[in-house]
């Protein structure tokens, strides 16, 4: 990202926000930028475990079961 450009909103296709609690939509987030675990628990200050935790409930939530049916179910 160029210098001084602003971020790109983070927008979730319809019906997946309602099914996540904040927490998971931030490790989402943190996600779609390809962070693995250790750094998504470096950036929110929570235990590896507990991003952990948080990726495998997005997955049950949104029914898939890796990261790249995520990719496809929320259309990138």
Known sequence: ???GAAPVPFSLPPG???KLTPR???VLELMLEWL???E???RLYISIGTAKTHR???YRKLGVSN???LLAKLGR
């Open 40 to 42: 998504i628990a470096k």
């Open 24 to 26: 998971e939509r931030e």
């Open 56 to 58: 495998w409930n997005i």
């Open 67 to 69: 990261l790249r049916e």
């Open 1 to 3: 990202m160029p210098s």
């Open 16 to 18: 997946v926000a309602e």
């Open 36 to 38: 693995d675990d250790a």
